[in-house]
Every structure is written in structure tokens, then in C-alpha cells.
């Protein structure tokens, strides 16, 4: 274990030298004046500052829990009154997906989410000879619907408060147990609770963390296995614009599919759904997101944002942007084969990411943001200070915090190395370097015998890759250590040896005895103490530096875990209910209004219409990204272009909110919740900015009007609208 000097220890020690050079005793004509001491320099920050702006308590978002659901504040705020039961009908009909949201729509299992949601699944479905994913599929009859194989949805049925039930168990263990404690209390009790109920339930019990471990709920998810496809445009349409008109707005996107529940073969019958709203919203309306954001870190300190701002981020967006140059490339290959068009699927998803952590990146440094964020910790301290329990409790924590930072800044970019991209059989790294890393650890690590013959056994069950694609994802992982270590890194040239990288790259591919499953397997039956390969050279060549930093990062972490979820337990007990817990990928309820906002000097309209589909596609004439469908390049005489398409809100959704429905007052779906605007993109993890930042949605008059006029989905139009009267 690697023990690092606290910052605290080391500024009190420089101010203390500082303080014994200004006191020099008085000083007679007979005495000679004693030398000053030599002072060292003060240590040097590596995190910026930033100056507090006035913020907001709902800085900390609008992403609302339903066991703490905001009667009053909804009430107040939109004028209407959402008692037990609106709130239980708000949780049943939204249903969460595999990284996503959805939510039913009619009485017979019907599921709306967003095509890009469900992209691996449409290509999934098709059979041979199709291309269901550019084409898009309907089925004309029930019989039709398409089993999607795998595939599942949930729905929060009830939750419990755990709260006291383990918290009690941690803190009744010594503070450097309690992790370890905490972890096998909530197993245990996961357990305990799935144990209630047989298979045939099909319950799901997960123990989810709120307010970073201040308080706990038992969720019961009820699991739907049987999964079909009904209705997916193509590809073009549901990713119009594609990934240059991706994060923006004006938009003009169909990202829409529709799935049925079935139970015993037969479609689902459910009383909880969101009939779609007769009447479409307009600017200032109130409407309500209900679905599964990913993850926000808006209770974390200042000093955790500006590091992540300063390294973290910046770090896994270089290594997107490298990691998509080289999948480019081999899609570039063979762009036909059907492991191509998988591929292609993840790079949609990787150019996301990579936009998302840009922008990320720009906000964790902005001194507007990060001063309210400021602002809102100041605040926080103060409340803590008026309660000396409080501030003896947790304003320490506050401070080791943001000394970790400071060590955690020390030792970058190295633990990111060993960690980014570079687990075992990764889609994002090259197998080789996978198998290289492995056995640098072992090199480094002291293991039993067992252990190490486990670990070894491993390099070999990591998966080959097409010799060049390896080459490439080589060469690009060179790229990414240079934009991080510098072009004349001494390690870098270690690595090298002279040759460029491409060069490099294929000379591994061609001379490693870990370039492919068969060699490795044949490498690792060889004496440990005797292997000696130019890929674990790549490694090697950091020396211990890699090694030793990625072990003290991750000392660190492990205390900046724990420190988090004691400080977790602060913000409840100054906040209460009074602002929501971070987001965990579990469902919650966001408020917001429909709102046009200013941008580039001009005003983005709260919606958007068929028109402006055309115009886009007319003004970019023979751009691949605009063109239009087939069935959509000459519209039908009966499709009211004047109809809106996407529109605009300041709902607080972050990813894992995609494909959540958008409802009114009454519950009735009026959008479906598909992306965020760039001006949202990189703060909506750290702040709720709502000057400019807007959840994008398709509006469920265009989804309607597509539906009838262009797709011709007759049945499912149907019983969308029948729903309505039921």
C-alpha cells in the first residue's frame, strides 16, 4: 500500500516555515543578525479555481424519486393535484429497457421507445434477404410481431425503505471495514427479498443507493421476457440528420419504434398505459419525462468536478476519439459482412459518447457553471456550520475530498492507461494488447499459485481480432498515449524504438507470440519467470511508473468512495427530500415546461414540422446524412406538413432517459423523449442549466401523422387511438 502525504499536512508545514522566516528573534547591535531559513515554494495546485455565482437549490436537478415523490412542488408549480394515484399510474405505465426507457401505451402491451434504443434488435429480427434495420419493419397483423430473442423489459412494482436496515449493519462496523460491510449487507439483503417470491413471479429485486449511500430502497422490478418487435422505421429517418445533426436543435427526427409485451403468448393486458393526448402541447405547457437517467454526479464536491474536468474526462474523450478513428477504419474493411453492421451500431453509440464527453469536458470547465457550483457547495458548508454535530462530521470529509483530488491529478494520466478500453475481449482495444496487459500485471502483482494460474488461463480466453483490424486498433491506441504523454515522451520512444507507429503496430502484429488465441495459448504453458514478448515490452516500458501509480489511484479511490457516501448522509440531513439524489439508472419523474430558447443570435422554435424535414433534405441536396427514404423523398398529399415533429422542453434527462415518454397533467403521452441539445450535452451531469438547455422529443402528433399518412400502419394507429377511450 503507497502512502502519500495528506495536501492538508503539506500546507500547514509550508505555512509554518513561512511563519518561522517572518519571527526572527529581535536582534542587538552585539548580536549578528541569524540567517532566515530557506523556504521551499508553497505547493502548486493542479486544479483551477473558480469564483461562486449566485446558484439555485434545483441546481441539483429535477430528477425526482417515487418514494419522495414532490406532491406539493408539483402541484404548485403546474397547477393541478397529483395525488398517490397519479404517481402509482406515472410509475406502472413507464417500463425500463436495457439502457433505456419506455413505457406502455395501450391496454395491450403495447411499448413505445426510441428507435436508436432498440437499433441491435431491429437488425436482430431480420430474417434472410432482409435489411430491417435500413428498410425498417412493420408488422400488418399480430401474427407478424417479431420475437426479439434475449430480450426484456421492467416495471417498477413497489419499493421498500432500507435505510435504517443498513445503515445500522455499517455503522455498527469500524470505518475501515465499512465498505466491505456495506457491500455484503446489501447482497445479503438483495438476496433475502429475491428469496420472497418464486421463479414464476418473475421479480427482480435490485437495492439501489440514494444520496451517494445516505438512503436505501428496495426496488421490485416485474421482468417481461417475451419481447416483439411491431413497427421500426428506418434507419435514415429514426436517425435523421445522423451523427452531424446529432445533440442539435432544430431537429427533425422520427426516433420511434414500437415493441408488444406478450404473457402466455398472448399480448400483455394492462391497466397502466399513456393513452397519447388528443391535443398536442404548446410553448409553456407543463410536461412530465418519466424514465431511467443514467448517472449525474451533482453531489459531488467542487474539487471532484474541476479534477474530472481537468483529467478524467478528458482523458476517456481522447480515448473515443482515437478508439472511433481506428473502428472507421475497419468498418472501412468490409462494410457489408453482418459483423460490420454490428459494428456500425457501436460506432453510433461511441459518437454519442464521444460528443457527450466533449461537452462534458467544456462544462466541468466553465467558470459560469462550476461558480454556481461553487456557490451551491458554499452554501452547504454553511448549513453544515450551523449545526457543530454537522460540521464536526462532515466538513472534514469535504476537505480529504479535495486533497485526494489533488494526489489523484498527481499520478494521471497513467491509471487511465491500464483501465480505458483495456478490459479482456473489449470491442474498443486490440486483443493483443489486452493479453499483453494481463500479463504485465501478473509481472507486477504478487499472487498465490492458484491465482496466478487462474489469471494466466485468462490471457488466453481473450478472443481474436482480424490481423489488420488489430493493426489498426494499435496504431490508434499509440496515437492516444502520444496526445496524452506527448509526441517526445521518453516512454513513448521506449515503445518505439525508432520505428513510426504504423510501422510499430504491424511489426507487433507480425512478431508477438500474443498476436492471435493459438500462440497465446501455446505462450502462457512456458515458464512465467522466462516470458519475453515486444508486446509486454509495450508495457514494460513505462517501468514501474504505470504500475505504481495505478495502485496508489486506486487507494484512492477506494477512500474517495467511502468519504462519498459519509457526505451522502450530510446532504440529506441538511436537504431532506427537498432536492433529489443523484441519478442510478433507476425510474424517476422530471418536470419541465415546453420552451423555445435564444442561440446563435437567433431563437430555436419550441417545435419543429414536417416542413422543416424537407427543407433540410432540399437544402442538402446529395448529402448522404439528409437524404430521405424511399417512401418519405416524395411526401403524400394527404401528410400535413404544417404537423409538428420534434419539439423542445426543459425537462432534466440525461442518457438512459432515451425513449421515455413525455406526458401532460392527465398522463396522456405528447412526445417521446429522444436526445438533448448541445447546450445540454456536458452540464446536465453536473447542473441543471435550463437558459439554454432543452430535452429534444419527437411530438406524438408527428409520430401519429407518420404513422397514418407515410407508413400506412393502419392497425397500430388504431389502437393507439383506441386506447384513448379506454
Given at each position: 500500500?503507497?502512502?502519500?502525504?495528506?495536501?492538508?499536512?503539506?500546507?500547514?508545514?509550508?505555512?509554518?516555515?513561512?511563519?518561522?522566516?517572518?519571527?526572527?528573534?529581535?536582534?542587538?547591535?552585539?548580536?549578528?543578525?541569524?540567517?532566515?531559513?530557506?523556504?521551499?515554494?508553497?505547493?502548486?495546485?493542479?486544479?483551477?479555481?473558480?469564483?461562486?455565482?449566485?446558484?439555485?437549490?434545483?441546481?441539483?436537478?429535477?430528477?425526482?424519486?417515487?418514494?419522495?415523490?414532490?406532491?406539493?412542488?408539483?402541484?404548485?408549480?403546474?397547477?393541478?393535484?397529483?395525488?398517490?394515484?397519479?404517481?402509482?399510474?406515472?410509475?406502472?405505465?413507464?417500463?425500463?429497457?436495457?439502457?433505456?426507457?419506455?413505457?406502455?401505451?395501450?391496454?395491450?402491451g403495447l411499448v413505445m421507445t426510441n428507435h436508436h434504443c432498440v437499433r441491435d434488435q431491429i437488425t436482430q429480427i431480420g430474417r434472410e434477404g432482409e435489411?430491417?434495420?435500413?428498410?425498417?419493419?412493420?408488422?400488418?397483423?399480430?401474427?407478424?410481431?417479431?420475437?426479439?430473442?434475449?430480450?426484456?423489459?421492467?416495471?417498477?412494482?413497489?419499493?421498500?425503505?432500507?435505510?435504517?436496515?443498513?445503515?445500522?449493519?455499517?455503522?455498527?462496523?469500524?470505518?475501515?471495514?465499512?465498505?466491505?460491510?456495506?457491500?455484503?449487507?446489501?447482497?445479503?439483503?438483495?438476496?433475502?427479498?429475491?428469496?420472497?417470491?418464486?421463479?414464476?413471479?418473475?421479480?427482480?429485486?435490485?437495492?439501489?443507493?440514494?444520496?451517494?449511500?445516505?438512503?436505501?430502497?428496495?426496488?421490485?422490478?416485474?421482468?417481461?421476457?417475451?419481447?416483439?418487435?411491431?413497427?421500426?422505421?428506418?434507419?435514415?429517418?429514426?436517425?435523421?440528420?445522423?451523427?452531424?445533426?446529432?445533440?442539435?436543435?432544430?431537429?427533425?427526427?422520427?426516433?420511434?419504434?414500437?415493441?408488444?409485451?406478450?404473457?402466455?403468448?398472448?399480448?400483455?393486458?394492462?391497466?397502466?398505459?399513456?393513452?397519447?393526448?388528443?391535443?398536442?402541447?404548446?410553448?409553456?405547457?407543463?410536461?412530465?419525462?418519466?424514465?431511467?437517467?443514467?448517472?449525474?454526479?451533482?453531489?459531488?464536491?467542487?474539487?471532484?468536478?474541476?479534477?474530472?474536468?481537468?483529467?478524467?474526462?478528458?482523458?476517456?474523450?481522447?480515448?473515443?476519439?482515437?478508439?472511433?478513428?481506428?473502428?472507421?477504419?475497419?468498418?472501412?474493411?468490409?462494410?457489408?459482412?453482418?459483423?460490420?453492421?454490428?459494428?456500425?451500431?457501436?460506432?453510433?453509440?461511441?459518437?454519442?459518447?464521444?460528443?457527450?464527453?466533449?461537452?462534458?469536458?467544456?462544462?466541468?470547465?466553465?467558470?459560469?457553471?462550476?461558480?454556481?457550483?461553487?456557490?451551491?457547495?458554499?452554501?452547504?458548508?454553511?448549513?453544515?456550520?450551523?449545526?457543530?454535530?454537522?460540521?464536526?462530521?462532515?466538513?472534514?470529509?469535504?476537505?480529504?475530498?479535495?486533497?485526494?483530488?489533488?494526489?489523484?491529478?498527481?499520478?494521471?494520466?497513467?491509471?487511465?492507461?491500464?483501465?480505458?478500453?483495456?478490459?479482456?475481449?473489449?470491442?474498443?482495444?486490440?486483443?493483443?494488447?489486452?493479453?499483453?496487459?494481463?500479463?504485465?500485471?501478473?509481472?507486477?502483482?504478487?499472487?498465490?499459485?492458484?491465482?496466478?494460474?487462474?489469471?494466466?488461463?485468462?490471457?488466453?480466453?481473450?478472443?481474436?481480432?482480424?490481423?489488420?483490424?488489430?493493426?489498426?486498433?494499435?496504431?490508434?491506441?499509440?496515437?492516444?498515449?502520444?496526445?496524452?504523454?506527448?509526441?517526445?515522451?521518453?516512454?513513448?520512444?521506449?515503445?518505439?524504438?525508432?520505428?513510426?507507429?504504423?510501422?510499430?503496430?504491424?511489426?507487433?502484429?507480425?512478431?508477438?507470440?500474443?498476436?492471435?488465441?493459438?500462440?497465446?495459448?501455446?505462450?502462457?504453458?512456458?515458464?512465467?519467470?522466462?516470458?519475453?514478448?515486444?508486446?509486454?515490452?509495450?508495457?514494460?516500458?513505462?517501468?514501474?511508473?504505470?504500475?505504481?501509480?495505478?495502485?496508489?489511484?486506486?487507494?484512492?479511490?477506494?477512500?474517495?468512495?467511502?468519504?462519498?457516501?459519509?457526505?451522502?448522509?450530510?446532504?440529506?440531513?441538511?436537504?431532506?427530500?427537498?432536492?433529489?439524489?443523484?441519478?442510478?439508472?433507476?425510474?424517476?419523474?422530471?418536470?419541465?415546461?415546453?420552451?423555445?430558447?435564444?442561440?446563435?443570435?437567433?431563437?430555436?422554435?419550441?417545435?419543429?414540422?414536417?416542413?422543416?424535414?424537407?427543407?433540410?433534405?432540399?437544402?442538402?441536396?446529395?448529402?448522404?446524412?439528409?437524404?430521405?427514404?424511399?417512401?418519405?423523398?416524395?411526401?403524400?398529399?394527404?401528410?400535413?406538413?404544417?404537423?409538428?415533429?420534434?419539439?423542445?422542453?426543459?425537462?432534466?434527462?440525461?442518457?438512459?432517459?432515451?425513449?421515455?415518454?413525455?406526458?401532460?397533467?392527465?398522463?396522456?403521452?405528447?412526445?417521446?423523449?429522444?436526445?438533448?441539445?448541445?447546450?445540454?450535452?456536458?452540464?446536465?451531469?453536473?447542473?441543471?442549466?435550463?437558459?439554454?438547455?432543452?430535452?429534444?422529443?419527437?411530438?406524438?402528433?408527428?409520430?401519429?401523422?407518420?404513422?397514418?399518412?407515410?407508413?400506412?400502419?393502419?392497425?397500430?394507429?388504431?389502437?393507439?387511438?383506441?386506447?384513448?377511450?379506454?
Open positions: 500500500m503507497y502512502q502519500f502525504p495528506s495536501l492538508k499536512h503539506l500546507t500547514a508545514v509550508f505555512s509554518l516555515l513561512f511563519v518561522l522566516s517572518c519571527a526572527a528573534p529581535q536582534q542587538t547591535a552585539e548580536q549578528p543578525a541569524a540567517p532566515q531559513p530557506v523556504t521551499e515554494p508553497a505547493p502548486v495546485s493542479l486544479l483551477p479555481v473558480f469564483e461562486p455565482l449566485p446558484s439555485s437549490i434545483l441546481d441539483n436537478g429535477r430528477m425526482w424519486t417515487f418514494e419522495h415523490a414532490p406532491v406539493e412542488y408539483f402541484a404548485e408549480t403546474y397547477n393541478f393535484d397529483p395525488d398517490d394515484a397519479w404517481f402509482e399510474r406515472a410509475r406502472l405505465g413507464a417500463v425500463r429497457l436495457p439502457g433505456c426507457s419506455g413505457s406502455f401505451i395501450s391496454p395491450n435489411r430491417t434495420l435500413d428498410d425498417g419493419f412493420y408488422a400488418v397483423t399480430l401474427s407478424d410481431e417479431r420475437m426479439i430473442e434475449g430480450y426484456y423489459l421492467d416495471q417498477l412494482v413497489d419499493i421498500r425503505d432500507l435505510t435504517d436496515l443498513i445503515l445500522d449493519e455499517v455503522d455498527s462496523a469500524p470505518i475501515e471495514q465499512q465498505a466491505q460491510v456495506r457491500s455484503q449487507v446489501i447482497q445479503r439483503v438483495q438476496a433475502e427479498l429475491s428469496a420472497e417470491f418464486d421463479e414464476s413471479d418473475n421479480i427482480v429485486v435490485q437495492v439501489v443507493s440514494l444520496f451517494n449511500g445516505g438512503r436505501y430502497s428496495a426496488y421490485f422490478f416485474r421482468r417481461y421476457s417475451d419481447v416483439r418487435m411491431v413497427m421500426a422505421p428506418e434507419l435514415q429517418i429514426g436517425y435523421y440528420g445522423g451523427d452531424t445533426d446529432n445533440f442539435t436543435y432544430p431537429r427533425y427526427n422520427l426516433d420511434m419504434s414500437f415493441m408488444r409485451v406478450y404473457e402466455d403468448d398472448a399480448p400483455l393486458e394492462t391497466p397502466f398505459f399513456f393513452p397519447f393526448a388528443t391535443q398536442g402541447v404548446e410553448s409553456g405547457d407543463g410536461v412530465f419525462v418519466i424514465g431511467n437517467p443514467g448517472s449525474t454526479t451533482r453531489l459531488n464536491t467542487v474539487a471532484q468536478l474541476t479534477y474530472a474536468g481537468q483529467f478524467q474526462l478528458d482523458i476517456i474523450h481522447n480515448f473515443l476519439y482515437h478508439t472511433l478513428n481506428g473502428l472507421d477504419a475497419i468498418f472501412a474493411l468490409d462494410p457489408d459482412t453482418e459483423e460490420a453492421q454490428q459494428l456500425r451500431n457501436t460506432i453510433f453509440g461511441l459518437r454519442n459518447a464521444e460528443k457527450l464527453y466533449g461537452g462534458q469536458v467544456l462544462a466541468h470547465r466553465d467558470p459560469y457553471l462550476m461558480g454556481r457550483r461553487t456557490d451551491n457547495e458554499n452554501n452547504f458548508i454553511a448549513s453544515l456550520r450551523e449545526d457543530p454535530a454537522l460540521a464536526e462530521e462532515f466538513i472534514p470529509i469535504i476537505e480529504r475530498i479535495a486533497e485526494i483530488q489533488e494526489l489523484k491529478a498527481s499520478l494521471a494520466p497513467y491509471p487511465y492507461l491500464m483501465s480505458i478500453g483495456m478490459q479482456p475481449n473489449s470491442g474498443l482495444s486490440s486483443a493483443l494488447l489486452q493479453r499483453a496487459l494481463v500479463a504485465y500485471r501478473l509481472n507486477h502483482q504478487e499472487l498465490d499459485s492458484e491465482t496466478r494460474s487462474r489469471a494466466v488461463g485468462s490471457i488466453a480466453n481473450i478472443g481474436d481480432k482480424e490481423a489488420e483490424a488489430e493493426v489498426i486498433m494499435i496504431e490508434n491506441h499509440l496515437h492516444y498515449l502520444a496526445s496524452l504523454l506527448g509526441e517526445d515522451s521518453e516512454y513513448l520512444a521506449r515503445i518505439l524504438n525508432g520505428r513510426d507507429k504504423a510501422a510499430f503496430a504491424r511489426y507487433l502484429v507480425e512478431n508477438s507470440a500474443l498476436a492471435t488465441q493459438e500462440q497465446t495459448a501455446a505462450f502462457v504453458q512456458t515458464d512465467f519467470d522466462s516470458w519475453s514478448d515486444p508486446a509486454l515490452d509495450y508495457f514494460m516500458a513505462f517501468g514501474s511508473t504505470l504500475f505504481d501509480n495505478t495502485m496508489a489511484f486506486q487507494m484512492l479511490g477506494m477512500e474517495e468512495n467511502q468519504l462519498e457516501t459519509r457526505l451522502g448522509r450530510g446532504w440529506f440531513a441538511v436537504y431532506g427530500t427537498s432536492i433529489p439524489p443523484d441519478a442510478t439508472f433507476s425510474p424517476r419523474i422530471a418536470d419541465g415546461v415546453v420552451a423555445g430558447y435564444e442561440y446563435n443570435g437567433t431563437f430555436a422554435p419550441a417545435y419543429t414540422t414536417f416542413y422543416g424535414l424537407y427543407d433540410r433534405h432540399h437544402s442538402h441536396r446529395n448529402e448522404p446524412e439528409w437524404a430521405l427514404p424511399e417512401r418519405w423523398a416524395t411526401p403524400s398529399a394527404t401528410l400535413d406538413l404544417a404537423t409538428p415533429l420534434n419539439f423542445v422542453s426543459t425537462n432534466d434527462i440525461i442518457g438512459g432517459n432515451s425513449g421515455s415518454p413525455v406526458v401532460n397533467t392527465r398522463l396522456e403521452v405528447v412526445g417521446l423523449a429522444f436526445d438533448g441539445n448541445v447546450e445540454s450535452m456536458g452540464s446536465s451531469t453536473l447542473i441543471l442549466d435550463d437558459r439554454s438547455a432543452r430535452a429534444v422529443s419527437v411530438d406524438s402528433r408527428g409520430m401519429l401523422e407518420a404513422l397514418r399518412h407515410v407508413y400506412r400502419a393502419d392497425r397500430l394507429v388504431r389502437e393507439i387511438e383506441d386506447a384513448r377511450n379506454r
